[in-house]
Nanobody, 123 residues
C-alpha cells in the first residue's frame, strides 16, 4: 500500500502564488509518472500537470507559463508552484502517482491519489 500526503494550498488573492507538495510513502519500488489534477465546483476533475521520472513535463494550456511542476525522486515528492493565480484556478487539487510496488517476487503498477487540498483564489 502507498500513501499520498499533500500539503500547501489555501486562500490567495488573484495574482498571488501558492505551492503544493505531495509525498508518497509505503511499498514503493519506483514511481513512474506523478501529477496534479484539480476539480472546480460542479466540474469534472481535469489535468493540471504531470512529470515523468526522467523529468519530462506536461501542462494544461490554461496553466502554461504560470505553473511549474518538479519532483524529487529520492524523496518521492512532487511539487506544484503556482504563480499569477487566477480565480478560475480555484478548486480542489489532487496529486497522483503511478507506483511500482513489490508484490511477492515481482512488481506491479498501481495508481494512487492524494486526499486533495483546497486552493481558493479571490478576485
Amino acid at each position: 500500500q502507498v500513501q499520498m500526503v499533500e500539503s500547501g494550498g489555501g486562500l490567495v488573492q488573484a495574482g498571488g502564488s501558492l505551492g503544493l507538495s505531495c509525498a508518497a510513502s509505503g511499498n514503493i519500488f519506483s514511481i513512474n509518472r506523478m501529477g496534479w489534477y484539480r476539480q472546480a465546483p460542479g466540474k469534472q476533475r481535469e489535468l493540471v500537470s504531470t512529470i515523468t521520472s526522467g523529468g519530462t513535463t506536461n501542462y494544461a494550456d490554461s496553466v502554461k507559463g504560470r505553473f511549474t511542476i518538479s519532483r524529487d525522486n529520492a524523496k518521492n515528492t512532487v511539487v506544484l508552484q503556482m504563480n499569477s493565480l487566477k480565480p478560475e484556478d480555484t478548486g480542489v487539487y489532487y496529486c497522483n502517482a503511478i507506483v511500482s510496488s513489490v508484490v511477492r517476487t515481482s512488481t506491479r503498477e498501481y495508481l494512487y491519489w492524494g486526499q486533495g487540498t483546497q486552493v481558493t483564489v479571490s478576485s
